[in-house]
């Protein structure tokens, strides 16, 4: 019994990255279908995932289409209770549960400024106050997950849950922008990005080469810090 996954381009499609997590992370049967989302393909090759139009798109064995990366986290929840999607302690859950809504609901001035790219560091990037505001926020609430958490662990409530999924892409975005966090914010990101799930998305990115690339921010770029 095997989930169909819809993705876009693993370099830049964010909400991709953490439906695609929320299967790889916890061992759940699937089968990825990568959309041409910069390519002009997408609507056709998504047709039988009507009314679904954007990714990731999820549909079940059974063939029930899910969209929208909240629908399809709590649709995972649900059905494999034994994979621990969700923390284990109630309290927890509610945290992680509360991350995860304001990550879909929030940092808009933070995604719009700094679209998620895993080629390369932006150095020099200039944070407005917006996006500055944004971080402040994103501090506080993994703060808040860190001193609440009932589970010690490198994640935000100890072992890895549907929270660190969703925030994957912002720590991708911290790290491919070089944006002012905690020392503690940092060593999250750094955990992110070195996770072999999150390397092995970033490899499979790599292999598609774009000229022009969709998003130079006009400014020196370094190499990314984990090895290809």
Same mark, same amino acid.
């Given at each position: 019994?095997?989930?169909? +996954?819809?993705? =876009?381009?693993?370099?830049?499609?964010?909400?991709?990255?953490?439906?695609?997590?929320?299967?790889?992370?916890?061992?759940?049967?699937?089968?990825?279908?990568?959309? /041409?989302?910069? =390519?002009?393909?997408?609507?056709?090759?998504?047709?039988?995932? &009507?009314?679904?139009?954007?990714?990731? *798109?999820?549909?079940?064995?059974?063939?029930?289409?899910? /969209?929208?990366?909240?629908?399809?986290?709590?649709?995972?929840?649900?059905?494999?209770?034994?994979?621990?999607?969700?923390?284990?302690? *109630?309290?927890?859950?509610? &945290? &992680?549960?509360?991350?995860?809504?304001?990550?879909?609901?929030?940092?808009? *001035?933070?995604?719009?400024?700094?679209?998620?790219?895993?080629?390369?560091?932006? @150095?020099?990037?200039?944070?407005?106050?917006?996006?500055?505001?944004?971080?402040?926020?994103?501090?506080?609430?993994?703060?808040?997950?860190?001193?609440?958490?009932? @589970?010690?662990?490198?994640?935000?409530? =100890?072992?890895?849950?549907?929270?660190?999924?969703?925030?994957?892409?912002?720590?991708?975005?911290?790290?491919?922008?070089? +944006?002012?966090?905690?020392?503690?914010?940092?060593?999250?990101? @750094?955990?992110?990005?070195?996770?072999?799930?999150?390397?092995?998305?970033?490899? @499979? =990115? +790599?292999?598609?080469?774009?000229?022009?690339?969709?998003?130079?921010?006009?400014?020196?770029?370094?190499?990314?810090?984990?090895?290809?």
């Amino acid at each position: 019994m095997t989930y169909d +996954l819809y993705i =876009g381009d693993r370099t830049f499609s964010s909400w991709s990255l953490r439906g695609w997590l929320m299967l790889e992370k916890f061992n759940l049967p699937y089968q990825a279908h990568l959309v /041409g989302l910069y =390519g002009g393909t997408m609507a056709q090759e998504m047709a039988d995932m &009507a009314p679904a139009v954007l990714v990731p *798109a999820l549909r079940t064995p059974e063939g029930t289409v899910v /969209g929208e990366s909240l629908a399809i986290a709590e649709t995972l929840a649900e059905r494999h209770p034994e994979a621990g999607l969700w923390p284990q302690d *109630a309290a927890d859950r509610a &945290a &992680a549960r509360w991350l995860c809504a304001a990550m879909t609901a929030g940092f808009g *001035a933070l995604r719009d400024a700094c679209p998620m790219q895993l080629q390369h560091v932006n @150095e020099g990037f200039s944070v407005s106050d917006a996006v500055q505001k944004d971080l402040d926020r994103l501090e506080v609430l993994w703060q808040h997950a860190w001193d609440s958490r009932t @589970e010690d662990g490198p994640w935000l409530f =100890g072992a890895y849950s549907l929270a660190d999924a969703f925030y994957a892409p912002i720590c991708a975005r911290i790290v491919g922008y070089d +944006l002012p966090v905690s020392d503690a914010a940092r060593r999250y990101c @750094e955990t992110t990005i070195n996770d072999p799930a999150f390397k092995a998305w970033r490899a @499979e =990115g +790599l292999k598609v080469t774009y000229d022009p690339f969709p998003y130079d921010m006009g400014v020196p770029i370094k190499s990314w810090p984990v090895a290809d």
